[in-house]
C-alpha cells in the first residue's frame, strides 16, 4: 500500500491504445496523474498553499494589509514591504482559512492510501494508475527542510514533530525495525537542529540523545547511518563544550571518533569518512588542549594530519574538495598543532 495525494485526479488517455498481438500487457495503458497543486516526488512548483518567502506550505499563515498577500506569519515579519506587489505593510492579520485548508492538505495527502498500480476498468482498455506523491514522512521532512534553510524555525519544528509522531506510531505496531529506526533518528537530529537554532540547548541535547539512542540500534555498516549518529554525538559535545563542561564534551567527541574510526576500518577507502575522522580527532584534541592534556591534544593533532596527508581526492570528489578548502583542515590541524608545540616549549 502506498499514498496518494487526494488531488489527483488523472486524466484517461485520449486516443485508443494499439495493441500488440505479441504480448497481452499491450491491453492495459499506464497514466501519470500530477498532484495539480505541484507536490508529488517527481515535480515541485509553488501552489496556492505554499509560502513566497519559504517556498514550503504556509504556516501560521497571515495576509498582508492592505494588499491581502498571504505568507507564513514568521516569513513576513522580517519585511516591511510586501515581497509580491511591494505595497507597504501596515500590519499582517491571522488568515484562519487558508490555514485551515493547508492543515487539511497537509493531513490528507498522504493518509488517503490505496493499493500501487491501482486498476480501472474502461469500455477497450485498462488504466493503470500510478503513484506519484511521496510518502507522508518525505513530504514532511521535505516541507521542514524548506522552512528551515528560510529560517521559519517554528515551520520546520512543526512539521518534523508530526513526522516524528507518525514514525513513533509506526514503531509501536511493527516494531524497532532498521528503516524506522534509521527515520526516527534522522528527524530527532533535524528537531535537535531546530531548537539549537532558537538558543534551546537543553531541548537540542535531550533530541540529539534520542536519536543517537535510535540510530545506535541499527548496523554500523550503512555509511549514511554512521555519519548522522557520529553528527548528532558532535552536535552534543559542541553543546556542552559552548555550556563549559569540558570533560562531558570530551566524552562526547570521543563516542564520535569512536564510530568513525570503525567505520574507516570497515571501509578505508571513503575519503569523506576519513575527512569525517580527521575533524573529530581535531575537536577531541582541542578539548584535551583546554583541559590542559597537552601532550595528549599534540598526538591527535598528529593522527588528524595523517590522515589528511592519507587522502587522495578523484576528480568527481569536488565536493569533498570544496569541504576540505572550505572548512580549511589542513591549516586547521597544521596551526593547531603548531601552537601546541609552542605552548609546550613555552612551558
Same mark, same amino acid.
Given at each position: 500500500?502506498?499514498?496518494?495525494?487526494?488531488?489527483?485526479?488523472?486524466?484517461?488517455?485520449?486516443?485508443?491504445?494499439?495493441?500488440?498481438?505479441?504480448?497481452?500487457?499491450?491491453?492495459?495503458?499506464?497514466?501519470?496523474?500530477?498532484?495539480?497543486?505541484?507536490?508529488?516526488?517527481?515535480?515541485?512548483?509553488?501552489?496556492?498553499?505554499?509560502?513566497?518567502?519559504?517556498?514550503?506550505?504556509?504556516?501560521?499563515?497571515?495576509?498582508?494589509?492592505?494588499?491581502?498577500?498571504?505568507?507564513?506569519?514568521?516569513?513576513?515579519?522580517?519585511?516591511?514591504?510586501?515581497?509580491?506587489?511591494?505595497?507597504?505593510?501596515?500590519?499582517?492579520?491571522?488568515?484562519?482559512?487558508?490555514?485551515?485548508?493547508?492543515?487539511?492538505?497537509?493531513?490528507?495527502?498522504?493518509?488517503?492510501?490505496?493499493?500501487?498500480?491501482?486498476?480501472?476498468?474502461?469500455?477497450?482498455?485498462?488504466?493503470?494508475?500510478?503513484?506519484?506523491?511521496?510518502?507522508?514522512?518525505?513530504?514532511?521532512?521535505?516541507?521542514?527542510?524548506?522552512?528551515?534553510?528560510?529560517?521559519?524555525?517554528?515551520?520546520?519544528?512543526?512539521?518534523?514533530?508530526?513526522?516524528?509522531?507518525?514514525?513513533?506510531?509506526?514503531?509501536?505496531?511493527?516494531?524497532?525495525?532498521?528503516?524506522?529506526?534509521?527515520?526516527?533518528?534522522?528527524?530527532?537530529?533535524?528537531?535537535?537542529?531546530?531548537?539549537?537554532?532558537?538558543?534551546?540547548?537543553?531541548?537540542?541535547?535531550?533530541?540529539?540523545?534520542?536519536?543517537?539512542?535510535?540510530?545506535?540500534?541499527?548496523?554500523?555498516?550503512?555509511?549514511?547511518?554512521?555519519?548522522?549518529?557520529? +553528527?548528532? $554525538?558532535?552536535?552534543?559535545?559542541? /553543546? *556542552?563544550?559552548? =555550556?563549559?563542561? #569540558?570533560?562531558?564534551?570530551? %566524552?562526547?567527541?570521543?563516542?564520535?571518533?569512536?564510530?568513525?574510526?570503525?567505520?574507516?576500518?570497515?571501509?578505508?577507502?571513503?575519503?569523506?569518512?576519513?575527512?569525517?575522522?580527521?575533524?573529530?580527532?581535531?575537536?577531541?584534541?582541542?578539548?584535551?588542549?583546554?583541559?590542559?592534556?597537552?601532550?595528549?591534544?599534540?598526538?591527535?593533532?598528529?593522527?588528524? +594530519?595523517? $590522515?589528511?596527508?592519507?587522502?587522495? /581526492? *578523484?576528480?568527481? =570528489?569536488?565536493? #569533498?574538495?570544496?569541504?576540505? %578548502?572550505?572548512?580549511?583542515?589542513?591549516?586547521?590541524?597544521?596551526?593547531?598543532?603548531?601552537?601546541?608545540?609552542?605552548?609546550?616549549?613555552?612551558?
Amino acid at each position: 500500500m502506498r499514498p496518494v495525494c487526494p488531488f489527483v485526479k488523472a486524466a484517461r488517455p485520449s486516443e485508443p491504445i494499439k495493441k500488440d498481438k505479441d504480448s497481452s500487457a499491450a491491453a492495459s495503458a499506464t497514466a501519470s496523474p500530477k498532484c495539480p497543486l505541484g507536490y508529488d516526488s517527481q515535480t515541485f512548483k509553488l501552489g496556492p498553499l505554499s509560502c513566497m518567502i519559504c517556498h514550503a506550505l504556509l504556516f501560521d499563515s497571515a495576509n498582508c494589509v492592505p494588499c491581502s498577500h498571504s505568507f507564513c506569519k514568521a516569513c513576513v515579519s522580517r519585511f516591511k514591504d510586501c515581497p509580491l506587489c511591494g505595497a507597504d505593510i501596515e500590519k499582517t492579520e491571522p488568515n484562519s482559512e487558508l490555514q485551515g485548508l493547508v492543515d487539511r492538505f497537509i493531513e490528507g495527502h498522504a493518509r488517503i492510501k490505496r493499493a500501487h498500480n491501482a486498476e480501472e476498468e474502461t469500455e477497450d482498455k485498462r488504466v493503470i494508475y500510478e503513484d506519484v506523491s511521496l510518502e507522508r514522512g518525505a513530504f514532511l521532512v521535505q516541507q521542514a527542510m524548506r522552512a528551515f534553510r528560510a529560517q521559519n524555525i517554528e515551520s520546520a519544528t512543526s512539521r518534523l514533530c508530526l513526522c516524528a509522531q507518525d514514525i513513533r506510531g509506526q514503531l509501536e505496531t511493527m516494531g524497532n525495525t532498521s528503516e524506522l529506526c534509521s527515520q526516527l533518528g534522522a528527524v530527532l537530529g533535524m528537531l535537535g537542529d531546530c531548537c539549537r537554532a532558537t538558543g534551546d540547548a537543553s531541548s537540542a541535547v535531550t533530541y540529539f540523545e534520542e536519536s543517537v539512542e535510535f540510530l545506535s540500534k541499527l548496523p554500523g555498516n550503512d555509511q549514511e547511518i554512521t555519519h548522522t549518529l557520529s +553528527i548528532s $554525538l558532535n552536535k552534543i559535545g559542541d /553543546l *556542552k563544550y559552548y =555550556d563549559g563542561d #569540558l570533560q562531558a564534551a570530551r %566524552s562526547y567527541y570521543f563516542k564520535s571518533l569512536d564510530v568513525r574510526r570503525d567505520a574507516v576500518k570497515h571501509d578505508p577507502n571513503v575519503p569523506s569518512q576519513i575527512l569525517d575522522l580527521a575533524v573529530s580527532f581535531a575537536k577531541v584534541a582541542d578539548v584535551d588542549r583546554s583541559l590542559g592534556n597537552e601532550d595528549v591534544a599534540i598526538n591527535e593533532f598528529q593522527e588528524g +594530519i595523517k $590522515l589528511l596527508e592519507s587522502l587522495t /581526492l *578523484k576528480s568527481e =570528489d569536488t565536493g #569533498l574538495e570544496q569541504r576540505v %578548502s572550505g572548512f580549511q583542515c589542513w591549516n586547521f590541524l597544521r596551526i593547531k598543532l603548531w601552537r601546541n608545540k609552542l605552548d609546550t616549549i613555552s612551558d
